[in-house]
């Protein structure tokens, strides 16, 4: 089992749709999770950054973290084409030593106008 | 854009070969980090610098090699290259601080033939 499951779609959505992302992840040491978002050909930029469990809202993304579920979700409301891109979660414990972020898949999303 | 800058964008390379790849980090970052990101997979992270020295490894071999210089740039350093070496590769830089995340550069693209 990874320690990052991350559904990788592709998902389909028209403009305006909500979309929902989510992990699944089995390390319990996780405290810092994020949500990024890589185009075709580019690095990933970072979308949210949340530490430990709760909601955190940014225009019309919201990222949730449960940590009792281990489960964390992005939501990204009246969605647009300019949303369409690979959207990675990734993860890290709140240990001393490397700043090592642990990866999902990524799920590549389309919004169709 | 997030300051941190890869070079070269492209490289071709047969196998056996050795190859080198730069990262400037953004101004004010002390810690940069490496990831492999193969076709349809999450970044996975090879090493982190900070203040010139490897702090943090994943689970590469030692044929991937590291270089942070005084102002914070990098190299890695891929020997005898194999064909699933052929991924992006992604430089990262932070800066100090518990809570900081990492801001990626938009990576170099290596084909090993």
């Given at each position: 089992q990874k320690e990052v499951e991350q559904d990788p779609g592709p998902l389909s959505v028209p403009e305006g749709a909500i979309v929902s992302l989510n992990c699944t992840y089995s390390n319990s040491a996780f405290q810092y999770f994020m949500w990024y978002r890589q185009y075709s050909r580019k690095g990933p930029e970072l979308l949210m950054y949340t530490y430990s469990s709760g909601n955190k809202e940014d225009g019309r993304f919201t990222a949730q973290v449960d940590k009792s579920s281990k489960y964390i979700s992005l939501?990204?409301?009246?969605?647009?084409?300019?949303?369409?891109?690979?959207?990675?979660c990734a993860m890290k414990d709140s240990g001393a030593g490397s700043y090592q972020l642990t990866f999902g898949k990524g799920t590549k999303l389309s919004v169709i106008p | 854009e997030t300051g941190v800058t890869q070079s070269p964008t492209h490289l071709i390379k047969t196998r056996g070969q050795q190859v080198t790849l730069r990262c400037s980090?953004?101004?004010?970052?002390?810690?940069?980090?490496?990831?492999?990101?193969?076709?349809?997979?999450?970044?996975?992270?090879?090493?982190?610098?900070?203040?010139?020295?490897?702090?943090?490894?994943?689970?590469?071999p030692p044929r991937?090699?590291?270089?942070?210089?005084?102002?914070?740039?990098s190299e890695l350093n891929v020997n005898a290259l194999e064909l699933d070496d052929s991924a992006l590769y992604l430089?990262?830089?932070?800066p100090g601080g518990p809570g900081e995340t990492q801001y990626f550069g938009p990576g170099t693209r290596l084909l090993v033939l």
């Amino acid at each position: 089992q990874k320690e990052v499951e991350q559904d990788p779609g592709p998902l389909s959505v028209p403009e305006g749709a909500i979309v929902s992302l989510n992990c699944t992840y089995s390390n319990s040491a996780f405290q810092y999770f994020m949500w990024y978002r890589q185009y075709s050909r580019k690095g990933p930029e970072l979308l949210m950054y949340t530490y430990s469990s709760g909601n955190k809202e940014d225009g019309r993304f919201t990222a949730q973290v449960d940590k009792s579920s281990k489960y964390i979700s992005l939501f990204i409301r009246d969605s647009q084409p300019s949303d369409s891109a690979t959207y990675l979660c990734a993860m890290k414990d709140s240990g001393a030593g490397s700043y090592q972020l642990t990866f999902g898949k990524g799920t590549k999303l389309s919004v169709i106008p | 854009e997030t300051g941190v800058t890869q070079s070269p964008t492209h490289l071709i390379k047969t196998r056996g070969q050795q190859v080198t790849l730069r990262c400037s980090s953004q101004s004010g970052h002390n810690t940069v980090s490496w990831y492999q990101q193969a076709l349809g997979q999450g970044p996975q992270f090879i090493f982190q610098y900070y203040r010139e020295e490897e702090n943090g490894r994943g689970n590469f071999p030692p044929r991937f090699s590291g270089l942070q210089f005084p102002n914070y740039s990098s190299e890695l350093n891929v020997n005898a290259l194999e064909l699933d070496d052929s991924a992006l590769y992604l430089c990262a830089s932070r800066p100090g601080g518990p809570g900081e995340t990492q801001y990626f550069g938009p990576g170099t693209r290596l084909l090993v033939l």
